[in-house]
T-cell receptor, first 115, second 113 residues
């Protein structure tokens, strides 16, 4: 997990409250991603960023917003948390190890419970 | 929507045996990757195979790709208890952007000592 930190690592919140998850990288990578992981669904892309202030939606973006005001930080916000957003959230960066590759490196995850 | 689908969903073997996991996908791809996830941790990249490659090796890992069947397999030889983890395939779709991956639901591998 070197190079990416996520905070908080665990959070319990109540329905209707706003929640912000933070992803921080130390390696100046351009592309950053937010995924959620749920049993039976695998990993699904919520939002991604291809530069400062440049973001786009993934396949499960409803109810989530993101911001990237500087290269190293990518924030995921749940404006009004719902129980269906209980999940484990992973941040990732695109490392592009190989010339044409797009390998991703993942953070340790944030376990969010919405009561 | 899910692109890769791993098979089986769960696999239990004895230490020293080989483990084979399969991934099927639906659309044309640029490359296919395999990741490992230990319990409670993030995913770790294992190996990438490009669409013009048929086989690739990395240590005890062997990956094959059959684009005509839209399938890939991951073979772990001489498995160890430490190989116990979930394994995911991920595709970079040729019709999409180069910087997005679509993950499957994973195969849970248990290696018994």
């Amino acid at each position: 997990d070197a190079g990416i930190t996520q905070s908080p690592r665990h959070k319990v919140t109540e329905t209707g409250t706003p929640v912000t998850l933070r992803c921080h990288q130390t390696e100046n990578h351009r592309y950053m991603y937010w995924y959620r992981q749920d049993p039976g669904h695998g990993l699904r892309l919520i939002h991604y960023s291809y530069g400062v202030k440049d973001t786009d939606k993934g396949e499960v973006s409803d109810g989530y917003s993101v911001s990237r005001s500087k290269t190293e930080d990518f924030l995921l916000t749940l404006e009004s948390a719902t129980s269906s957003q209980t999940s484990v959230y992973f941040c990732a960066i695109r490392t592009g190890i190989s010339a044409l590759g797009n390998e991703q490196f993942f953070g340790p995850g944030t376990r969010l419970t919405v009561l | 929507s899910q692109q890769g689908e791993e098979d089986p969903q769960a696999l239990s073997i004895q230490e020293g045996e080989n483990a084979t996991m399969n991934c099927s996908y639906k659309t044309s791809i640029n490359n296919l990757q395999w990741y490992r996830q230990n319990s409670g941790r993030g995913l770790v990249h294992l190996i990438l195979i490009r669409s013009n490659e048929r086989e690739k090796h990395s240590g005890r890992l062997r990956v094959t790709l059959d684009t005509s069947k839209k399938s890939s397999s991951l073979l772990i030889t001489a498995s160890r208890a430490a190989d116990t983890a979930s394994y995911f395939c991920a595709t970079n779709d040729s019709g999409g952007s180069n910087y997005k991956l679509t993950f499957g639901k994973g195969t849970l591998l248990t290696v018994n000592p």
